[in-house]
T-cell receptor, first 114, second 113 residues
Framework: NAGVMQNPRHLVRRRGQEARLRCSPM?????VYWYRQLPEEGLKFMVY????????ESGMPKERFSAEFPKEGPSILRIQQVVRGDSAAYFC????????????FGSGTRLTVV | QQPVQSPQAVILREGEDAVINCSSS?????VHWYRQKHGEAPVFLMI?????EQKGHEKISASFNEKKQQSSLYLTASQLSYSGTYFC??????????????FGKGTKLSVIP
């Protein structure tokens, strides 16, 4: 049973380019979460999605960032016109429900903006 | 609001015990604990629901006082493999129609021989 799969593991983008981060949740998990982590800091909530629905995007910057979880395929976190401050590790997690379950995290995508 | 963890860092010798505390100013639905090793994904340890329960996971256990909105993680007879950063995550109603898991800044635990 594969865990949460994220790709790519490392992504380098020049300022102004677009970054697309992918996440396939664990089999049987319909709840997907994206978190951002800066070095030596905790994980900051960005967005919570279920299939075809954004449930809570209160942690997502209003501009340049978007997320989706289509009926078919992985969840995508998209960052347009990246800036140096977007450099961070982006972790995706999934769970079978929101109430009594822990989250399973993927290995993350390390985004570097040059 | 982000939960507050203490201490920020602790160094233990193998076999020693440690306690990591987590407190929140919000009414909590549950508390999660995770461990993250450098360069790796956070790994789920346990979840504590409202009810003041205490749970155990090998030699690692935790308690949750919902009245005080506090949780503590207890590590006994520490092993080298316990090294890493421990995060508490507090679950509260987000106001956006769902619950949100918010992490503390973490406690860096180093176990030395």
């Amino acid at each position: 049973n594969a865990g949460v799969m994220q790709n790519p593991r490392h992504l380098v983008r020049r300022r102004g380019q677009e970054a697309r981060l992918r996440c396939s949740p664990m089999k049987g998990h319909s709840h997907v979460y994206w978190y951002r982590q800066l070095p030596e800091e905790g994980l900051k909530f960005m967005v919570y999605l279920q299939k075809e629905n954004i449930i809570d995007e209160s942690g997502m910057p209003k501009e340049r960032f978007s997320a989706e979880f289509p009926k078919e395929g992985p969840s995508i976190l998209r960052i347009q016109q990246v800036v140096r401050g977007d450099s961070a590790a982006y972790f995706c997690a999934s769970s079978p429900g929101q109430d009594v379950h822990g989250y399973t995290f993927g290995s993350g995508t390390r985004l570097t903006v040059v | 609001q982000q939960p507050v963890q203490s201490p920020q860092a602790v160094i233990l010798r193998e076999g020693e015990d440690a306690v990591i505390n987590c407190s929140s100013s919000k009414a909590l639905y549950s508390v999660h604990w995770y461990r993250q090793k450098h360069g790796e994904a956070p790994v789920f340890l346990m979840i504590l629901l409202k009810g003041g329960e205490q749970k155990g996971h090998e030699k690692i256990s935790a308690s949750f006082n919902e009245k005080k909105q506090q949780s503590s993680l207890y590590l006994t007879a520490s092993q080298l493999s316990y090294s890493g950063t421990y995060f508490c995550g507090t679950v509260a109603y987000s106001g956006a129609g769902s619950y949100q898991l918010t992490f503390g800044k973490g406690t860096k635990l180093s176990v030395i021989p």
